[in-house]
């Protein structure tokens, strides 16, 4: 049996592995993650997927997808690649329903199978059993997969929560049954390997939260991310004992909680929703909103500078940004909170302050979880490499033999063997930049060379800006590669420099000041005035010279 990471080893994010026994292969999840500032996300680059060529070169060994859980990094690659290379896909009823949304967006369809723990799937020379483990999305599952060549347990992302919001706490019944029965490798969970202790239950964020909103008498506004369930519940909940009613913000999250509300796994209180909240005193409305990673155009960013659906955010008003900051948006989340500062707001952050609790186990979780299973062999999955890390000595200072502890990263064929484990092989893995405005792939050499050019194109626009007072100092420069010759378009350029001193005058200081804002503008005001006059989408480059 050989394990191969495509995504999520080594990295927080793309979760996506193959599992091959012979000619037969089975995926693990099939997620995407968000660009970083060095991997396009000034560039047009809205999603990062794994790169599927290794699925391409094997697409006749490939039996199906199954779905850890519904979290964009196991489920969001889903429809980039499903068009591609058709597979069924294997998972609880509301991850699928979240894929059967993603799907429908991009007028996709798929081959769809709903699951439940304890239930045995056959897979070609696969038996698949879903195990329920607790985490921050309802009904995740741990797989254990059985072959001719030994078992090995998959935890996908798990916590042992004993108070879980739905009530329902990780099978270790079962997960203690499959260590007796014998289990040649353990795939685990990494991201809080270096935290100590046992891992909050997410029942503890509500009475922070409950005490937030008794003392708050302006708008309340609560950040969390879009598929974060139990904790739409609590702020839902906490609205209807506080007497207020709650404006959904974000299209991923509105479409999120309608569809668990629409399964089940979340129950809305009557009358709570409301379409506007401007209308509202301010000690009656909540914003429940998607973008806490500071996002450029998320519903956050847009609430920060009063640019949001007629919202105003006003002394006395509260945010909570109810979850955890990703490594790599440190600055824009920064950018983000100074915005609502800016407003009188007062913003409480989750560290520290009880209104976020990982869905991931700290080191007394991962202890547990070895000592259920006791493993022929140990791999820590799912985190960076310092994760990665820390979890092979956790599980050394557990009493593991140092040689059963791998640690392997993307692109890594390790080969298990009831007498041995080793890294035999390397396959290409790499990762795919999507602009989903154009709907198509930007390829990694994209951010060196721009293969954008040989579609629509791109065109820079250099503005030089004056540093204390920001405004424009003569006409914006623009510069066209692939989209058209400047000098046969003479009069589109004029018409689009002139569009973008409107923009300049129209935008307010506040956000001309933050860089990354101002070219998210920028950059869909002027591609949707190119658009309209030309028919094609270029890629529009912002480039602010300060002097």
């Known amino acids: 049996m050989e394990i191969i990471p495509l995504g999520g080893v080594g990295e927080f994010g793309m979760n996506c592995s193959a599992v091959r026994l012979g000619e037969s292969i089975i995926l693990v999840d099939a997620g995407m993650t968000f660009p970083r500032s060095d991997q396009g996300s000034g560039l047009g680059v809205n999603v990062v997927v794994p790169d599927i060529e290794f699925l391409h070169q094997h697409r006749d060994q490939l039996l199906g997808i199954f779905l850890t859980h519904g979290h964009e990094d196991h489920i969001g690659a889903i429809s980039y690649i499903i068009d591609e290379i058709p597979l069924p896909i294997y998972g609880s009823r509301l991850a699928l329903g979240l894929v059967e949304n993603r799907l429908r967006e991009r007028k996709l369809k798929a081959e769809l199978h709903p699951i439940q723990a304890r239930q045995r799937l056959q ?45 329902r706490t990780s099978d270790m019944h079962r997960l203690a049954a499959l260590g007796e029965e014998g289990v040649l490798a353990l795939f685990s969970d ?16 509500w009475e922070p939260m409950r005490n937030l909103f008794r003392k708050t008498t302006g708008k309340i506004v609560v950040s969390c991310f879009s598929s974060s ?24 999250l509105t479409s999120t909680l309608h569809k668990a509300s629409d399964l089940g796994y979340l129950k809305v209180p009557d009358g709570v929703l409301v379409h506007s909240v ?14 806490s990673q500071g996002e450029p155009m998320s519903a956050m960013s847009r609430l920060a500078v009063n640019e949001f659906k007629g919202v105003q955010i006003a002394e006395g008003d509260l945010v909570i940004l109810s979850a955890r900051m990703i490594p ?9 909170v100074d915005h609502f500062y800016r407003r009188g707001a007062r913003v409480i952050e989750p560290v520290g302050t009880g209104v976020h609790a990982s869905g991931h186990g700290f080191r007394e979780d991962l202890k547990l979880m070895m000592s259920l299973i006791r493993p022929r062999y ?27 502890i791998l640690i392997i990263e993307n692109g890594d064929v390790l080969r298990l063997e009831p007498d041995g484990a080793q890294v035999v092989d390397q396959v290409h893995v790499g990762r795919r930049f999507i602009d989903e405005g154009y709907t198509g792939e930007v390829h990694e050499m994209v951010l060196r060379d721009r293969r954008f050019l040989s579609e629509d194109g791109f065109l820079a626009v250099v503005l030089r800006m004056d540093r204390f007072e920001g405004s424009l100092i003569g006409d914006p420069e623009l510069i066209s590669r692939g989209f058209v010759l400047m000098e046969d378009a003479e009069d589109l350029m004029e018409a689009a420099r002139q569009e973008v001193v409107k923009i300049i005058d129209e935008t307010p200081a506040e956000e001309l000041g933050d860089e990354e804002l101002f070219g998210e503008i920028l950059r869909k005001r002027l591609k949707k005035f190119l658009r309209k006059a030309t028919g094609k989408r270029p890629m529009i480059l912002p480039v602010t010279l300060e002097i």
Request: glycine residues 8%; hydrophobic residues 40%.
């Open 190 to 205: 990494s991201t809080n390997s270096s935290v100590p202790g046992l891992c909050p239950s997410e029942y503890t964020v």
């Open 123 to 167: 897979a070609g020379p696969f038996t698949i059993e879903p195990i329920f483990v607790t985490h921050s999305f309802p009904e995740s599952f741990a797989f254990a997969i059985e072959t001719a060549a030994g078992r090995i347990l998959w935890t996908g992302d798990f916590k042992f929560d004993l108070s879980p919001i739905d009530g």
């Open 229 to 252: 369930i139990h904790r739409m519940q609590v702020v839902l909940n906490l609205a209807r004992e506080f007497g207020r009613r709650v404006m959904l913000a974000g299209r991923s």
């Open 328 to 336: 790599g948006n440190e600055k824009r989340i920064s950018r983000l």
């Open 278 to 291: 401007k209308d509202l005193p301010p000690d009656q409305a909540v914003i429940l909103a998607s973008g």
């Open 378 to 404: 140990f791999i820590p999955i799912h985190g960076d490499f310092r994760q990665l890390k820390e979890h092979a000595l956790l599980a050394g200072q557990h009493g593991m033999d140092p040689e059963d």
